[in-house]
Antibody
């Protein structure tokens, strides 16, 4: 069974850093492109970042470029999101998701982890 | 960037048909592929893939869900609507999602 499990959320102060992690199981992790998304309370879904299978290519949304990074470790089946210079508008539920065979759609999602940025 | 427009809400009676639309600001069809996908999200849960490439049912999704469309106009149909279908539905193309349509009971 394919599973994606996020961890690492919490309450942090503006300007601080945080790492959220996603552990994958039930499939050959190294064969899939991975993405991170977020959803602010009562809002829609925002794409944040992408990493290809061997970490040679990453892309970021303009809203987080330069502040967030998306490393992955194929040996540990993990993809992280390093969040820095956090702002109140980064408060959201963060989801990792698997892209289906470069098909442009996301067939499995984690349950999400909440990040709250507040003083 | 492509903009995907959905109506914010749709009220429907149980057992009836629900038609949820999504309009793209430019064509999302390439050759024979219609690159629009649909997701269901219930409160407190992650999005769930329903339909990929406009009309293909994802694994484990009931046949009462169907999708159609091409170019800039796409439709997700639920027929008949069941109580478990009350959720918010999102269309998606590449890295862009529509604003979501909240399906409500009439």
């Amino acid at each position: 069974e394919v599973q994606l499990v996020e961890s690492g959320g919490g309450l942090v102060q503006p300007g601080s850093s945080l790492k959220v992690s996603c552990v994958a199981s039930g499939f050959t992790f190294s064969s899939y492109v991975m993405h991170w998304f977020r959803q602010a309370p009562e809002n829609g879904i925002e794409w944040l970042a992408y990493i290809n299978t061997d970490s040679s290519s990453t892309h970021y949304a303009e809203t987080v470029k330069g502040r967030f990074t998306i490393p992955r470790d194929n040996a540990k089946n993990t993809v992280d999101m390093q969040l820095s210079s956090l702002r109140s508008e980064d408060t959201a539920m963060y989801f990792c998701a698997r892209e289906r065979n470069y098909g442009g759609y996301f067939d499995y999602w984690g349950q999400g982890v909440m990040v709250t940025v507040s003083s | 960037d492509i903009v995907l427009t959905q109506s914010p809400a749709l009220a429907v009676s149980l057992g009836q048909r629900a038609t949820i639309s999504c309009r793209a600001s430019q064509s999302v069809s390439i050759s024979r592929y219609n690159l629009m996908h649909w997701y269901q999200q219930k409160p407190g849960q992650q999005p769930k893939l329903l339909i990929y490439r406009a009309s293909n049912l994802a694994s484990g999704i009931p046949a009462r869900f169907s999708g159609s469309g091409s170019g800039t106009d796409f439709t997700l149909t639920i027929n008949p609507v069941q109580a478990d279908d009350i959720a918010t539905y999102y269309c998606q193309q590449s890295r862009t999602f529509g604003g979501g349509t909240k399906l409500e009971l009439k």
